[in-house]
């Protein structure tokens, strides 16, 4: 297995030849930090980072966004980063959103399925580019 540093290493490499290879994109990720999903946190937040790293160096103009995904009886407390343009200035910041992101839960459900209606209601309220 590649380990996480090499693969950064060699896709920055890669990118120095490629650059603008996928045209401006807005995404909105939905990231479930329930307690069902506890010990993937890490991981889930780790990908999520790593592409919006991927698409910083591909794209020519990639925008972010993010809403957490809670229980019903947690969604009022969700983590929502706005759609935005990321580039090396802004995306650490989109890192410290995505890495705080699974303190708001109580576990105060934990038969019911979790608030994804509302976390895809949010996403599409969220202040999307009009033009990309």
């Not at 540093?5 to 990231?31: C, G, H, M, N, Y």
């Not at 329930?34 to 990639?62: A, K």
Request: some cysteine; overall charge negative.
């Amino acid at each position: 297995m590649i380990g996480k540093t090499r693969l950064i290493k060699e896709l920055e490499a890669a990118s120095q030849a490629s650059r603008a290879l996928i045209p401006s994109i807005d995404i909105v990720f939905l990231l479930d930090t329930t307690g069902s999903m506890w010990s993937y946190l890490n991981d889930l937040q780790s990908g999520v980072y790593l592409l919006t790293r991927i698409l910083l160096d591909w794209s020519e103009s990639p925008a972010f966004g993010l809403v957490e995904i809670l229980d019903q009886c947690d969604f009022s407390r969700h983590g929502a980063f706005e759609v935005e343009e990321i580039d090396a200035n802004s995306v650490e910041r989109f890192q410290k959103f995505v890495f705080a992101l699974g303190r708001g839960t109580t576990n105060c459900n934990v038969t019911a399925p979790e608030a994804i209606h509302l976390a895809m209601r949010r996403a599409i309220e969220l202040n999307w580019r009009s033009r990309v």
